[in-house]
């Protein structure tokens, strides 16, 4: 046992020098030693001298074994553990002196680590549950992979996106459809009225002419009677050239008729023209009106399948492969409830310590 103990005590000192000291202040508490007659402090002595004797790199389960053998009963692995942590300064402060005190780096991050973690998993069907009852695991394996859920919403997403592809270049086109609407909107060619205006010139040229021969036939019809010879019917001759005065303002008269008429084609071709702009601007009007509809529409629509995909993303984070926050064993599968498609798990992970050590003893 001596022999067991001083390889203790070289395993401790080998230590040391990867350990950080660090210096107290000077003990202000009582200097009374602990009562030896009291039950616990017998039984922790019992069980610390049983741990200095079992093999270096026992686990928990063996410990408790090592110990109920030497000691007629078993201990709890909380006491194991807090001997252990302890164990190192039991041993070094006796050589060392009361001023000091080592803490080995390793324990203390052992000390840190949970000893069994219980990790609530939401799944869609047994499949999406990578481990069993029993498995050992390394920290970040995969726990839980709901890969049927995540292709289903890709699928869902790939077609919103396709959607929403066709409705950009929906809109596209529209805004075309406006740009080219307000450009014929403001370039309508002017119309000239030329036509109308060449016949106005005409018939005002044709009554001017017919107007000139009336007024020539009437100094005919004036002076034409008194240059008549004798021995010749004036009444005759005047009476013939009142016949003709009549004929040439008939004429005329129908010169100023077709003027009037000419005029009024081309009043008449001014209102077409006119109605046929407010037409135009009205028609316009509607389908950029229908355009803009169009495109708002499309904007709603567009807006609508955004907030859809933001779902699905939302959706598809929450689907996130779960990975184990640490290495163990997984001491216990509990199959909770079914809402609907999910279905809630509860999974006990035992830690192992970075000896290799199983850190909860099995016990759950």
Request: glycine share 6%.
């Amino acid at each position: 046992m001596f022999a067991e103990l001083l390889q203790k005590i070289r395993q401790t000192l080998g230590k040391v020098r990867a350990a950080r000291i660090e210096i107290l202040p000077p003990w202000q508490g009582s200097r009374a030693k602990p009562d030896p007659k009291r039950p616990h402090h017998r039984r922790v002595v019992e069980v610390r001298e049983a741990m200095a004797s079992a093999p270096p790199g026992s686990s928990f389960r063996k410990l408790i074994e090592h110990i109920r053998r030497r000691t007629g009963a078993g201990a709890s692995p909380k006491l194991i553990g807090r001997l252990r942590r302890g164990g190192m300064l039991i041993v070094l402060v006796p050589l060392l002196g009361s001023g000091c005190r080592i803490t080995d780096p390793a324990s203390a991050a052992e000390a840190d680590r949970p000893r069994l973690i219980k990790i609530r998993l939401t799944i869609t069907s047994a499949d999406d549950l990578k481990v069993k009852t029993g498995g050992t695991i390394q920290a970040e394996t995969i726990l839980a992979d709901r890969r049927s859920d995540r292709l289903r919403l890709d699928r869902q997403r790939h077609l919103l996106a396709l959607n929403l592809r066709r409705i950009d270049a929906q809109a596209s086109t529209i805004h075309a459809s406006i740009r080219l609407l307000e450009q014929i909107g403001s370039a309508i060619p002017a119309y000239t009225f030329a036509a109308e205006k060449a016949a106005i010139r005409s018939a005002e040229a044709e009554k001017a002419a017919e107007w000139r021969k009336v007024e020539l036939q009437r100094r005919r019809a004036a002076e034409i009677p008194g240059l008549v010879p004798e021995g010749i019917d004036r009444e005759t001759v005047a009476a013939h050239e009142a016949i003709r005065l009549e004929q040439v303002e008939d004429v005329h008269r129908q010169s100023l008729a077709r003027l009037d008429l000419a005029r009024a084609r081309a009043e008449s071709t001014q209102e077409a023209r006119e109605f046929e702009l407010k037409r135009h601007s009205i028609e316009v009007a509607r389908q950029l009106l229908a355009a803009r509809s169009q495109l708002q529409q499309a904007e709603i629509a567009r807006a609508q399948i955004s907030a859809q995909m933001a779902a699905i993303d939302d959706r598809l984070a929450e689907l996130g492969v779960v990975r184990a926050p640490f290495g163990g064993k997984v001491e216990r599968i509990s199959w909770e409830e079914q809402h609907d498609r999910t279905i809630n798990v509860l999974l006990y992970l035992s830690i192992t310590n970075t000896d290799g050590t199983d850190g909860a003893d099995g016990s759950r």
